[in-house]
């Protein structure tokens, strides 16, 4: 499937401004998890790949798994190993290291059977609401998925858990629309320019003297080993 234009510049827009936000999360996940050399790792709803350059980085063997295809294609420009759908039960080439963001209980069931016996699953979505400025921006987000719940539910071993401050931040407003539309929390199908408009004004107590916007978070994430 060819992404459509408007897709294609949404996707770039998390690639280039959003995608990095959440960098400290990925990096605390692997400082823990001690990723490296050796490792290999699949990343979940990879979106443009950022995740597997960092691990990359580390010496890792880092592919990724994106349904969404204009983002598959800039991970892809990226020179990435990323395909539409999690490489099923083949053990022939089992994974270390399992790490999505937020992934329903389907797409872990689906993507599961790549990862080794004792090999880590990291999961990761919005702390509590009260710490998180986005989900609550145009009256509130999607609840977080209760990551315990989907650890019990795919028969995961629990291993540990980890908050990360992850601050949102932008060189102006117009950045910050752009940025928060490519997450796709926000509901375009109406007006996409009525959306732009009402995230602008509900930015506005988020402003800085110097026009940037700052939007403080917390994550959680979970680590489980699979039996």
Known sequence: MTPTPTATLV???????Q????VPLYEAVFDR??????????GLDCGAGLALLLAAGRGAAATGVEAEPARRA????????VAAAPPGGSRSRPYDVLLGFAPSAAALDAALPAVRRGGAVVLADWGPPERCTVPAVLGGGPAPHDLDALVAGAGLLPDGSGR??????????DSAVRGL??????????????????????????????GSVWLPNIFRYVIARVP
């Open 11 to 17: 996707a770039r827009d998390w690639a280039e401004i």
């Open 33 to 42: 998890l001690e990723v490296g050399p050796g490792d290999r790792l699949l």
């Open 74 to 81: 800039l991970a892809r420009e990226r020179l990435l190993e």
């Open 164 to 173: 990360v401050f992850c601050p949102f931040g932008y060189a102006d407003a």
């Open 19 to 22: 995608e990095r936000m959440l």
């Open 181 to 210: 539309v490519s997450t796709g929390m926000y509901d375009a199908a109406g007006d996409p320019a009525q959306l732009e408009k009402e995230l602008a004004e509900a930015l506005h107590p988020y402003e800085r003297s110097d």
